[in-house]
Nanobody, 124 residues
Framework: QVHFVESGGGAVQPGGSLRLSCAVS????????MGWFRQAPGKEREYVAS?????????HYADSVKGRFTISRDNARNAMYLQMNSLNREDTAVYYC????????????????WGQGTQVTVSS
């Protein structure tokens, strides 16, 4: 059974940075496209970024985070990361990692595998 553990969330001031990690067990992540979603209070879960199977794979970002966030993966460590810079209050949300063998599912939120989420709070 595939198990995800997100970490790295926390509280940060506007303009600050955080790095989220998603550690995977129970499967080899090189088989999967992976991504990040987030859900703010009272809002629907929204797509953040995705990365294709290989370490250094092709990346894609939501417009709201483009130029500020960087998604990466290390298949040797079975992990994925999200470097978040220039954070603002609108980035406050629970962040989830997901994975699927089909890219479309990762980007549309219909992926087979999801983590439990890590809270990111941007506040002064």
């Amino acid at each position: 059974q595939v198990h995800f553990v997100e970490s790295g969330g926390g509280a940060v001031q506007p303009g600050g940075s955080l790095r989220l990690s998603c550690a995977v067990s129970g499967s080899t992540i090189s088989l999967h496209t992976m991504g990040w979603f987030r859900q703010a209070p009272g809002k629907e879960r929204e797509y953040v970024a995705s990365i294709t199977r290989n370490t250094g794979g092709s990346t894609h970002y939501a417009d709201s985070v483009k130029g500020r966030f960087t998604i990466s993966r290390d298949n040797a460590r079975n992990a994925m990361y999200l470097q978040m810079n220039s954070l603002n209050r609108e980035d406050t949300a629970v962040y989830y990692c997901n994975a699927d063998v089909i890219l479309h599912r990762v980007r549309t939120g219909t992926a087979d595998y999801w983590g439990q989420g890590t809270q990111v709070t941007v506040s002064s």
